[in-house]
């Protein structure tokens, strides 16, 4: 694509605003310094109403194809069966991509777009913001300045209690070519903070299953990892959690790391919290982590979450060539453990990768 003008942001037209993009993505977005909010693409009226109330600089469209000609970066927040022709329209108009995790179904998928990318000299990410939560920066930090020791094992779940079927949801539906289940969903987060944690996996082994009457895709994840370093993953993800366990237990050789409860980030920008509020992203009295050395428990402070750093990490890539914060090969990389545990469930065995 031409050179991008100094003077003047980047401009983003983002592709879908559900969940993803009304409340995660966009307040982000607008909220970034170096990017504008240009464009939203949805037909549904409600949505394009609280377009207009919530950011009324931005036009909005029918189409992704009616936007592409006025903008720089193009963020697709739709449904996982729409991450791919979305990208890759956006790509073939020369324009850089953002694409909700998970940044395709699978990881051929994944590695199309990437090869697309690369040969048209564009950034392309996948948006795995959880690397920003406060447990996982907290967690990162206690290892990197060896407070554990070394890491043996990580036990990481996202449990929630949602025991009734969404009827009508995209999430729920059977078509594999769909991308809906816990798999793709809570285990892209999983899976990626493991690696990000541990480094490269070796084998996988997975049990997904289907718990709740009328499931048509799996609801229970359970993925063991073995990392090359000798360390062990043991990931959960799970709607039937009426009693949820530690969100973190980390054991090192030195000592142990759990933290209770998820990062507040996401419920606050529910809550129409801006990104840049004070409060943002701030935990409750009461719910650090704590350090355990075997005699005592140590609470330590949570770093506040920042999602917003992965749109600050974006500009920098567009901008002055930064690495992109999740770079496309990670997220290829995750969809291939994630591809690999299915294919583990399909057979009751340990699947090796690598």
Known sequence: MAAL????PLRVALAGFGLAGGVLHAPLIATTEGLELAAVVTRDPARRAQVA?????????????DVLGDVDLVVVAAPNRFHVPLAQAALDAGRHVVVDKPLAVTADQARDLAGRAQAAGLMLSAFHNRRWDDDFLTLTAAVAHGRLGRVLRLESRFDRWRPELRAGAWREGADPAGGGGLLLDLGSHLVDQAVQLLGPVTAVYAELERRRP???????????????????SHLWAGV??????????????RAAFVSEGLDPQ???LRAGISPVDPG???????????????????AIAMVRGDWGAYYRGVVAA???GAAPPV???EAVGVLGLLDAARESAAGGGVVAVG
């Open 318 to 320: 567009i901008r002055d």
């Open 5 to 8: 003008p100094p003077d003047r």
């Open 53 to 65: 109330r919530e950011h009324p600089g931005a036009r909005t469209a029918d189409a992704l194809d």
């Open 327 to 329: 770079t496309a090969q």
């Open 214 to 232: 009328g499931a048509q895709v799996e609801d229970d994840v359970f993925l063991a990892l073995a990392h090359a370093s000798g360390a062990r």
């Open 240 to 253: 039937h959690a009426a009693h949820a366990a530690p969100r973190f237990r980390v054991l090192g050789d």
């Open 280 to 298: 943002y992203g701030e935990r409750k009295t009461g719910r650090a982590a704590v350090l355990a050395d075997g005699e005592d428990a140590v």
């Open 266 to 268: 996401e419920p606050a």
